[in-house]
Structure formats: C-alpha cells, structure tokens
C-alpha cells in the first residue's frame, strides 16, 4: 500500500514538472506546497537560521520554474529537489563568507559492526538526542538528517550531497558514534 501511494506521489510530482517546464504557474503552486516543508527542514538544519532558510526555498522553487525541463529522471524527484537545495545552501553561504566545514572522511567499509544504534534508539530524552545531533559536524549531521528524517537512502543522499556512496557510509558510521558518546555522556538511558 506504501509503495503504491509512493509511486502515485511519484507520478503526480512528475506531472507537476511537465507542467512547470510547459509555463504553468498553477502547476509550480502546487509543486510548492507539496515540496515547501521538506526544503524548508532541510535547509534549516543545514543554515540554522530561518530567514536564510527561507530564501534558499524559493531560490530552489525559482531554479524549479527555470529548469523543470532539465529533470532527466536519473533520481526521483524529491533526491533532485533536494540536491538543487543543497547547491543554493552552499551558495548562500558561500555569499555570506561562512565555510563549509567538512571533515576528512575515510571509507570504512560495511564490515565494521554499528556501534551506536541501541544509544540512539534507547534515549528517551529526544532533548538529548537533539542536542547531541547539534554537536555534529555539519557533513554527519547532513546525512543523519537525509537518512532519519528524509528517510533516503544513500545512494540518494550521495546523489544529492555529489559524494561517493562510501562517504555517505562513513559519514554515517561516524555520526553514530558521536551520537552514542554524547548520549553515553548525557547519562542517557541505553
């Protein structure tokens, strides 16, 4: 029933573009209200500031009136909205002057054992959670977003941030372990 409605969000979102790139504005509209909340999250945890949050949204929903004719298909829509997203984030700070930290990443492999699901899962406190989610570098903190609250995958998320599969993976196994420290360190239930 999920993979249904999946598809059907997926045919309607795709519709929308062929409208957008055909002129329609009414078409762009709904495009907008669909997509507007998961943009807006996205960016503002990325630039943790509302208004810069807000004019990255409707620099992507302008970029999506220009370039509707441009989606290939390669990925599905909302990976595409996202990545468009993520460029304009980049820009806006690199307009503003702040750096993008991103921290050396070594590829781990998928053989390594998952080291802080349970501290993650087991926190009750999701104060905890956030704070210690705050603690991240920007490039960990980007993929746990992608991959909890976006609920993507990671060949998505490497789509999306232009990194390899890999880094994704790493990024992620090195979140998880500053997760569980910090939750270990905040005495939270495991």
């Known amino acids: 029933m999920i993979a249904g409605a999946a598809a059907a969000d997926g045919a309607q979102d795709l519709e929308l573009l062929a409208r957008i790139a055909a002129g329609n504005e009414q078409a762009l509209a709904e495009f907008y209200r669909r997509h507007q909340a998961r943009v807006y999250h996205f960016v503002q945890q990325r630039l943790d500031n509302a208004a810069d949050a807000a004019e990255v ?3 992507v929903m302008l ?15 909302s990976t595409w ?3 468009i997203a993520h460029h304009k984030s980049i ?3 690199r307009k503003r002057g702040r750096r993008e930290a991103d921290p050396l990443d070594f590829d781990l492999g998928d ?5 802080g699901p349970a501290a993650v899962s087991g926190a009750q406190d999701s104060r905890q959670v956030r704070i210690c989610l705050e603690q991240l ?9 992608l991959t909890f609250f976006e609920d993507l995958p990671y060949p998505d998320i490497a789509r999306i941030l232009e990194i390899p599969e890999g880094t994704v993976k790493t990024r992620m196994f090195h979140a998880r ?3 569980a420290r910090c939750l270990e ?6």
Not at 69 to 74: E, F, S
């Open 91 to 93: 820009d806006l700070l």
């Open 177 to 179: 372990k500053s997760l």
């Open 57 to 59: 949204l409707n620099a």
């Open 63 to 77: 970029e999506v009136w220009r370039g509707a004719q441009t989606y290939q298909g390669r990925a599905r829509v």
């Open 111 to 115: 053989d390594r054992p998952d080291p």
């Open 137 to 145: 570098p920007d490039a960990q903190r980007q993929v746990v977003y």
């Open 81 to 83: 909205l996202l990545g």
């Open 185 to 190: 360190g905040q005495g939270a239930r495991l």
